[in-house]
């Protein structure tokens, strides 16, 4: 089992930055790819990036590209989402997430299905 808990969510301005953290506990995080993605009200789940175990391959959706960064810290079992130039549409609940499958380096699954575990959430609003 892991259990993750995301933080660093808030209210933010249009153009502003924030980063959200995603601590793990339980089964060896390093062997995991890490995964965000996010729910804005009415909407569908969206992948919003995804690093890979030992962070080899990193990948990001179409949206996000260029403002956001994924990394990972395996010796604080944490997981940060860095957003710069944010814009009201980024805004959603953000959700970390972990895949299970003990993959390759270079596994970066891209779909919420490929994901074993899930936190609760951390609410991120952009201002105009």
């Known amino acids: 089992q892991v259990q993750l808990v995301e933080s660093g969510g808030g209210l933010v301005q249009t153009g502003g930055s924030l980063r959200v953290s995603c601590a793990a506990s339980?089964?060896?995080?390093?062997?995991?790819?890490m995964g965000w993605f996010r729910q804005a009200p009415g909407k569908e789940r969206e992948f919003v990036a995804v690093?890979?175990?030992?962070?080899?391959?990193?990948e990001y959706g179409d949206s996000v590209k260029g403002r956001f960064t994924i990394s990972r810290d395996d010796a604080k079992n944490t997981v940060y989402l860095h957003m710069n130039s944010l814009k009201p549409e980024d805004t959603a609940v953000y959700y970390c997430s972990a895949d299970g499958s003990n993959g390759t380096p270079w596994h970066a699954p891209q779909f919420a299905t490929a994901y074993d575990y899930w936190g609760q959430g951390t609410q991120v609003t952009v201002s105009s």
């Open positions: 690093i890979s175990r030992s962070a080899l391959r990193t």
């Open positions: 339980g089964r060896s995080f390093s062997s995991n790819a």
